[in-house]
């Protein structure tokens, strides 16, 4: 059963480490304030599934740890890096380096296969094997046989696990997943959840999960719920209660 809330606290070692964050948006109606002075501590290694209302801050909060918007003030260090003190070009490089992440839409490059698009990160870091990494792992998913496939003809769960083959293929310190089953029939959804957490387990990737599905989140060792922009409750779950029934 989850233990007491426990509150995130201060950890040298902690991969993320956000306090006081916040994070506020323009808009016609004036400003909108999204994150209102949220603290959260991830240690490396976990597995952490975030829930909440829609408008809570979720997917705010991902795109935070992923360095694609800055927050409005507080502090946030993702890798031992100050996501505040990095230029465009040294978020990129984390990202490329230490981060993968799975949008619900799946964001590949319709004009490439799915080997070029796994093929993307790696190329981007100067990697000369790029070609024969993407397709070791899309083999690791499932699609060793899909390679010269672009996306238009792939099914919803093949592109999604294209997105995670492209995700993992670099090695990531830190996977970041937004509703990754959300365009996707259930069955499918838990097959593509089953790859996740299976390449997540080979490797030791930390794993921050948004989702709407409070099933899905308990498949992690750690759930943390967000309403209006703070964190209500953070409780942890014992290996065995998190296998699903």
Known sequence: MPDAMMPSSPHRDALIEARGLRFRVGG???EVNILKGLDLSVQPGEAIGIVGPSGSGK???LMLLAGLERATAGTLEVAGQDLSALDEDSLARLRRDRIGIVFQAFHLVPTM?????V???LEFAGRRDAFERAEEALAQVG???RLDHYPGQLSGGEQQRVALARAFVAG???MLADEPTGNLDRKTGDAVMDLLFGLRERFGTTLILITHDPALAARCERQVRIEDGLIVSDTRESALDAVPA
């Open 28 to 30: 016609s109606a004036g």
């Open 59 to 61: 997917t705010s909060l």
């Open 113 to 117: 296969t799915a080997r070029e698009n």
């Open 119 to 121: 093929a993307v990160p």
């Open 143 to 145: 699609l060793g046989h």
């Open 172 to 174: 990531p310190a830190l």
